[in-house]
């Protein structure tokens, strides 16, 4: 960690910095530079006298909004040179306060027109001061938000979903809990969202124009609505921003725990391309006290070339481009090069060989001698090809290994990993699937959705039953926020058991169910006696499908009957962890297993139900068993010799990443072990699946 010139800022990069305060009186401040690649971070420790004893709030054109506690008022800062320039007090800004409202400069502060302007939380209005002001100036709001009745544009009036009712935008704003947050500067025009307490829940942007004569007013006009990943977009635990980017402005949705964050050093990154969240610790070690970071803009930022973005990590996996479809084409193996073993195989007598070839072809799976095929021109003369759609067509043969499931720099394409050989197979899905989002994996099939628009796809028999506007057509049908998607029964060509659940705001569930060859849905709302609340999908164990509760931990049992259903929740089961980040629920050997994983993946424990006294048992061995887990589904699967007691998640690095029980470590492929899960990918749209023709 570099410290020369502790009292300058450190060298502009084409980053923003992110910047930690630590030490005593919080005096020094740790900036880590190049956070977003490819070179490594750099640290540099400063102790920067126009930082100390303030509190960053924003940054926009290379200057800092700061609040001074000793001065209690509100200054801006160069982020360059540290030049300062305080503004008068403003009365509603408090400590406790201070990070709910929005910050933004209309300019530079050089621009003598330059505006300071603070979008206040939990109330319609806007405070303006010039960088010559003397006094601070209230703009409302609340009117015009009244006079905004969205039937008049054709929108569904019930818009905004609070608590147990939907409510218009009139309703809201009468009631003065509507109002404006996460202001954004682009083309010299402020944008902003509307928003109801702590989360977004209208997804539209509005531009605000400040009006000086004849009164200082605002402008209100609405943009074109955003659009959303799915369907429950509209929900209680979504967060949503708007930044801006050379010019562009970009929404950014966020689905985030009701139970409060813990102060967490680490740096998550997301991937749009591939949609993955990359963990990283910039930082191991600093000074305590220390608080969470703030990114800094610098003035200058030094764009690198486009040929350096390059992702180093490309090509290094073996790749194996699938299509099902049209039968088999598997001659684009990339990036390989033959070893010695290899080189010395093909050099035995070529009778031997064939012979020797051609037995191992006879025990190999599917996909294995898709792999083997692609191998060499020996290899493809002793394995003919075969088309395994009508080969396993009508069997019940299903590989005895899942795949993980994801996006690959594409809407498409989608990369299928085998956590054995870390080989990657390519497959492009359907154009009807596009921007569709997985749901639920099973018996070989997924469950993809679009809003009201459901499909269930078997990648491998490329099979596809779609239900179009499903939840719209029947008046029977409850939405609600955050449903929870799966086929309770084994997809045929044409039909299939489909239930919808929404664990409402952690309340109450609500349970829609759709049988096969009826059209209506049966609805229940049933209300918990505990907070109950899950993203992940069910597991079915014995005769019902059990949810692992991902706030408190309780297990909740969802069983269909002949003509309905049950909901439960074990309350009375004791937790087995009281702190945890994720958990998973997955069938094992005839047991139900609950997993949990701390923050980084610092630690993971196992556990079983014990079911005839209604308790959690740990588990410290698998014995020859191996776990798959994700959101959308978990399995359980029994290994080869020598490679069972292991865990794998939706995550990768260079390759793929599982935890060992043996060893108490996650375990790289081509790498060293590791305590936690630091520099790896959490794949956020992606899944297990079984393949099965």
Known sequence: MKSSGKRSAPPPGPSPWMVYYHGKSYEDQTFCCNISGPQPVKTYRKKIPALHDK????????????????????????????????LPSLSCLNFSSLF??????????????????????????????GVRDEEWSEIGYREQLKAVDPRKEGVNPKVLFLGEQFMTIEEVATEGILFFCNPVICGGKIYANLTVGEVITYP?????????????????????????????????????????????LFSLMFRWRTDGIRRDPSLYTYDIEDESVLVELPRRSLPTPWRS??????????????????????????????DLKDGCKEDSWKNRSSTTEEKQLFNLP?????????????????????????????????????????????????????????????????????????????????????????????????LMSRKDVVHLYNPFSR????????????????????????????????????????????????????????????????????????????????????????ISGYLGKFKLEEEGFTWQVFDKIRIPCCSFHRNFLVECGGELLSVFVERAGK?????????????????????NYTLYLSRCSSFSVVASPGAGNRIYFPMRSCGIVFYSLDTRKWHFFGSVDSSDFYGTRWLLNSCWIEPCW
């Open 603 to 623: 630690w993971v424990n196992v556990y079983k139900l014990n079911q005839s006294n209604r308790a959690w048992e740990v588990v410290t061995n698998l014995s």
């Open 350 to 446: 070529f009778d031997f060989l064939l012979h020797f070839l051609e037995e191992v072809t006879k025990r190999l799976l599917p996909l294995d001698y898709i792999i083997f095929r692609a191998l060499s021109r020996i290899c493809r003369s002793v394995a003919p090809s075969i088309n395994w759609r009508i080969r396993l067509s009508g069997s019940e043969t299903n590989l005895s290994f899942p795949l993980l499931m994801f996006r690959h720099n594409g809407q498409r394409l989608y990369n299928f990993m085998d956590p054995r050989v870390n080989y990657s197979y390519f497959m492009k899905i359907p154009e009807i699937l596009e921007d569709t989002m997985v749901c639920y994996s099973n018996h070989g099939w997924l």
């Open 204 to 248: 539209e942007l509005w531009s605000i124009e400040i009006v000086e004569k004849p009164v200082l007013s605002v402008v209100l006009s609405k943009i074109n609505s955003i659009p959303s990943w799915n369907h429950n977009t509209h929900s209680c635990c979504v967060k949503q921003y708007v930044v801006e980017s050379e010019g562009e």
């Open 100 to 129: 709910d409202h929005g910050y933004i400069l209309s300019s530079s502060p050089n621009n003598p027109d330059c505006k300071v302007l603070v979008f206040l939380k939990n109330k319609p209005s806007i405070m303006s001061c």
């Open 293 to 322: 970071p703030i990114w800094i803009m610098p003035e200058v930022v030094i764009r690198p070339p486009k040929e350096c973005c390059n992702n180093s990590n490309e090509g290094q996996n073996a790749k194996i481009s699938l």
């Open 55 to 86: 509190k960053i709030l924003s940054c926009s054109h290379g200057w800092l909004v700061m609040y001074d506690y000793k001065n209690s008022r509100m200054c801006l800062s160069n982020s360059s040179t540290f030049e300062t320039i305080y």
């Open 463 to 550: 099979d596809i039953v779609s239900y179009t506007s499903l939840f719209r057509q029947d008046q029977n049908f409850i939405f609600a926020p955050d449903q929870n998607l799966f086929f309770a029964s084994k997809p045929s060509r044409s039909e299939c058991f489909l239930v919808s659940i929404s664990f409402h705001w952690g309340t109450s569930v609500i349970i829609n169910i759709r049988r096969p060859g009826r059209n209506e849905w049966i609805n229940q709302k049933i209300q918990n006696k505990v907070y109950f609340q899950t993203y992940n999908s069910p597991v079915f164990f014995q005769d019902a499908f059990y949810y692992l509760d991902q």
